[in-house]
């Protein structure tokens, strides 16, 4: 052992590939006896310390990685791990460039499937982690990565989940130091120019750690992979304050793996797990490190986190598209306030898009035996095309798995397409309550239907008094303040294509008896009420609002004529409608319409109901329940006065403590609406009979009027 390092450094390039091959032999006995010496010819040479700039040390370590990796005998690969744990106990301070060494010997032991061998290196990794990281972290950060992917292998080996678990802890730690010592990071082999200073902690402290997290997340089962999966985002949260730009970028690209098509599990049923328990974890995660960190990934990640959200929506998995679009709303109303114009039209451009691409346009044209080949679904997949036509039954991804020859053979199952067509449904239902959320926030529109179903149910009293009171929006909760007209107007427009196409599905009859047959939504007529009545609410919510904002008076007009359209629109469909359950889900609907068209101003409401009165007088004729019964009779009631048809002696045009109005000898005519007489007026006359004689007055009326 007198020799010098150099004269070693020649004589081990013979004796090192000596000890290669004899430590594999067939023969046990040979193979331990070589590795003893192997081991004690090290513990020399470690002994000796290692001086700077020299890497004797991983040469003479480097036998004991090929014999662990090539000697499949269990007894042999457990004495170098032995071995190995022996050093590290007893000569852990003259160890330097062996480290790399010694975490290969163990990555490789992490993998086995013996006990005792995954223990005892697990042991000893986890004192290196625990103890001598702490002590002389400075030494070993050339092993670092080393360090990292080793543990990264214990937790994906399934067979000892309670490893697995403790690894990621380690890993979590690791972390920690990273952050408290960058400046090793940045001071390490300096002389290497092909890493910027100033990203060398990023490329040999933050990346390895959450790259292996990362594929833990993509390898192991759902409890190891869940922890690993918090983990990650741990990290990011807690020291993503120190993040570069470029850094973000990269680590985004890292958590867009998770939600990768081409690394998704082939089996349907571990697939369908997968997105509803790890892809719905990491998007929630994901979009709360985005509010977290919104001032720097704003204007930086935006368009791919759209995108992300949008993939996740379009996905034939419930779960995974209810989360996509609730995160979409969560991401806008958190960070909405810090929105520019610019944001705010890729946020309508994103909701839009999502809208065209989960409506299920397929319901009107579907015929019995329409199918999907599996070679262009196949095809869309790879490409990284997303597409809703690759649904979610077992039966489907079962097919692709059998054989090549099947391959060929298009879906025919109708139930595939329906259970695709049934999320679309549901995911229709979820945007519509995003963009009113967005808009209003959820309490908003909660209380406002609450108040409405009180009154329509109990109040019909305060209706017929004249104290009729609403919840206004006035007070600008949500990101309506902070949302353009223009792209207000982008929303509403969605709004009304979602309305029109659940109408035009429910009108066809045909249809929806096909639907029936075949089995679509089980025992019950399909339909899109729900979709129908949603929209057109929201709708009405906006068009109000923006009638009562006085900072938005230039879109007054623009208002005025949506509002005239869609309102002329809402009321002939009304009258139009023939089944019990649609008129049902309508009532309500109407009774919050036209309370608000009672509530507005004498000039917007002659504007209004001058488009709208000949339905009104329609629907006085239909069968109303009292609560909307009472609600049009205060419409009429105050036709009078608006139009100057009538008003009262003492002055008063209005009448509102009175249940009918008091036409006697002090009544007369406005002389300035003489052309009504004849015909609004008699109209007028003609429903209030109709309305007063549900009320038990026609003998009161027929006096007073002759």
Request: aromatic content about 12%; hydrophobic content about 40%.
């Amino acid at each position: 052992m007198g020799r010098i390092r150099l004269q070693w450094s020649r004589i081990w390039e013979i004796l090192g590939d000596h000890f290669n091959k004899v430590g594999c032999s067939p023969n046990e006995d040979i193979a331990v006896f070589s590795v003893d010496s192997l081991r004690q010819l090290a513990m020399k040479f470690i002994e000796k310390g290692e001086l700077s700039n020299f890497r004797f040390q991983k040469d003479f370590l480097r036998p004991f990685e090929h014999i662990m990796k090539k000697n499949k005998s269990p007894a042999i690969r457990h004495m170098v791990v032995l071995c190995i744990a022996q050093m590290v106990n007893s000569q852990a301070k003259n160890i330097k460039s062996g480290w790399k060494n010694i975490f290969s010997v163990f990555h490789i032991a992490a993998s086995d499937q013996d006990e005792a061998i995954v223990e005892l290196a697990f042991q000893t990794t986890g004192k290196i982690i625990g103890q001598l990281y702490e002590r002389q972290f400075a030494v070993m950060i050339d092993s670092f990565q080393d360090a990292i992917k080793c543990l990264s292998e214990f937790a994906c080996n399934a067979s000892f989940p309670d490893t697995s678990m403790e690894a990621i802890r380690f890993i979590r730690q690791c972390a920690k130091h990273v952050d408290e010592m960058p400046q090793l990071f940045r001071e390490y082999n300096i002389e290497d120019m092909t890493v910027n200073e100033e990203d060398r902690v990023w490329v040999r402290g933050w990346f390895p750690i959450l790259f292996e997290l990362s594929c833990i997340i993509t390898r192991c089962k759902l409890d190891v992979r869940t922890r690993g999966l918090t983990v990650l985002f741990e990290v990011v949260k807690t020291y993503g304050r120190n993040f570069k730009s470029h850094w973000w970028q990269d680590l985004f690209q890292i958590l867009f793996r998770i939600f990768d098509n081409m690394k998704l599990p082939e089996q349907q049923t571990e697939k369908n797990e997968w997105m509803t328990t790890t892809c719905n974890h990491a998007l929630y995660a994901m979009v709360d490190v985005v509010t977290q960190y919104f001032d720097v990934l704003g204007g930086l990640l935006l368009d791919d986190i759209y995108s992300q959200l949008e993939w996740c929506v379009q996905q034939d998995n419930e779960q995974l598209a209810r989360s996509g679009s609730n995160c979409l709303e969560h991401l806008v109303i958190s960070n909405g306030p810090k929105f520019t114009n610019e944001i705010w039209s890729k946020t309508c451009r994103c909701l839009t898009d999502i809208f065209n691409s989960t409506l299920p346009r397929q319901l009107i044209t579907w015929k019995p035996g329409d199918y999907l080949d599996l070679e262009e679904m196949t095809e869309r997949r790879e490409s990284g095309h997303v597409s809703l036509r690759r649904f979610p039954s077992a039966h489907s991804i079962n097919s692709l798995s059998s054989n090549s020859s099947r391959l060929s053979r298009p879906i025919t199952s109708d139930q595939r397409i329906f259970s695709a067509l049934q999320i679309r449904c549901v995911v229709q239902l979820e945007l519509i309550t995003t963009i009113e959320n967005i808009v209003f926030f959820p309490a908003t529109a909660k209380k406002e239907d609450a108040e409405a179903l009180a009154l329509s149910q109990g109040d019909s009293i305060s209706l017929e008094s004249g104290s009729l009171h609403y919840y206004s929006f006035d007070q600008d909760q949500g990101m309506y303040s902070h949302i353009s007209s223009s792209h207000i107007f982008q929303l509403l427009d969605i709004l009304k294509e979602s309305h029109y196409f659940a109408r035009d599905f429910n009108s066809n009859q045909e249809q929806r008896n096909l639907l029936w047959k075949a089995g679509f939504k089980g025992n019950v007529r399909p339909n899109l009420l729900k979709q129908e009545t949603l929209s057109i609410a929201c709708i009405f919510r906006i068009l109000f609002r923006l009638y009562r904002d006085e900072s938005r008076q230039d879109t007054w007009p623009e208002v005025e004529r949506r509002l005239t359209e869609i309102g002329k629109d809402a009321l002939s469909h009304f009258l139009m409608l023939e089944s019990d359950a649609q008129k049902e889900s309508w009532v309500s609907l109407m009774f919050r319409f036209l309370t608000r068209v009672h509530s507005l101003n004498d000039e917007r409401f002659r504007t209004h109901i001058s488009h709208w009165y000949p339905l009104l007088c329609d629907i006085v004729s239909s069968d109303l329940k009292p609560e909307l019964r009472s609600v049009v009779r205060r419409i009429f009631l105050r036709i009078g006065p608006v139009f100057g048809i009538y008003y009262s002696g003492n002055g008063e045009s209005y009448l509102p403590n009175s249940s009918i109005p008091n036409w006697g000898s002090d009544w007369v005519p406005d002389p300035c609406n003489q052309g009504l007489i004849d015909g609004v007026y008699l109209e007028v006359i003609k429903n209030k009979l109709l309305l007063s004689s549900s009320f038990g007055d026609l003998f009161f009326i027929l006096v007073e009027t002759h």
